[in-house]
């Protein structure tokens, strides 16, 4: 099993609806997950980060985290042309400590495409 | 103020040639990272620094070696490159010490390598 997993789709959703972005992982310690999104040929940029159980909103992006369900999704409403990237989900990784460096597991990332 | 800077942006390589992919942060942060992106596998972490005269390996570290010069500057070296290595690289830095739940890692723009 991967420690990240999301569905690589493409996911496909028409212009102003709801597009959910889902992601589970398998360490049950991790404590931090993030939002990554990625256009094509470009770096990842952040879009949020969550480490309590529940929602966290940030403009039209919204993130879920459910600990006991090892679970974190990223709502995006309203969706533009614009959101069509990959989105990559990333969870800080929980071991020995490594004085200061943050150890991301990177998920496969889920391709988006917004049509008009 | 420009981030995280890689070089070069583009290199082709053939089979046992050596390279050194140079990446500089102007941030002030203490962590660095170097992952390989490709194709439906997400971003995997190589090689991290969690301050200045410290590496370790991450998930992916043969066939690379990297140095931590100063506080800026974090290189990745292939020795003798391999097809295998034909990926995109990307260098990434995080700002403070310690286990915030928001210690973010920023990406430069990456450097696609192929070898022939």
């Known amino acids: 099993q991967k420690e990240v997993e999301q569905n690589s789709g493409p996911l496909s959703v028409p212009e102003g609806a709801i597009a959910s972005l889902n992601c589970t992982y398998s360490?049950?310690?991790?404590?931090?997950f993030f939002w990554y999104r990625q256009y094509s040929g470009k770096s990842p940029e952040l879009i949020m980060f969550i480490y309590s159980n529940g929602d966290k909103e940030d403009g039209r992006f919204t993130a879920q985290l459910n600990k006991a369900s090892q679970y974190v999704s990223l709502l995006i409403r309203d969706s533009q042309p614009s959101d069509s990237a990959t989105y990559l989900c990333?969870?800080?990784?929980?071991?020995?400590?490594?004085?200061?460096?943050?150890?991301?597991?990177f998920g496969q990332g889920t391709r988006l495409t917004i049509n008009p | 103020n420009a981030g995280v800077t890689q070089t070069p942006k583009f290199q082709v390589l053939k089979t046992g040639q050596s390279m050194t992919l140079q990446c500089a942060q102007d941030m002030n942060h203490n962590s660095m990272y170097w992952y390989r992106q490709d194709p439906g596998m997400g971003l995997r972490l190589i090689y991290y620094?969690?301050?200045?005269?410290?590496?370790d390996k991450g998930e992916v570290p043969n066939g690379y070696n990297v140095s931590r010069l100063n506080k800026r500057e974090f290189s990745l070296r292939l020795e003798s490159a391999a097809p295998s290595q034909t990926s995109v690289y990307f260098c990434?830095?995080?700002?403070?010490?310690?286990?915030?739940?928001?210690?973010?890692?920023?990406f430069g723009a990456g450097t696609r390598l192929s070898v022939l």
């Open positions: 360490d049950r310690g991790s404590q931090s």
């Open positions: 620094s969690a301050s200045e005269g410290t590496t």
């Open positions: 990333a969870v800080r990784v929980i071991g020995p400590k490594i004085q200061g460096a943050q150890k991301l597991v």
């Open positions: 990434a830095s995080s700002p403070t010490s310690g286990r915030a739940v928001g210690n973010i890692q920023y």
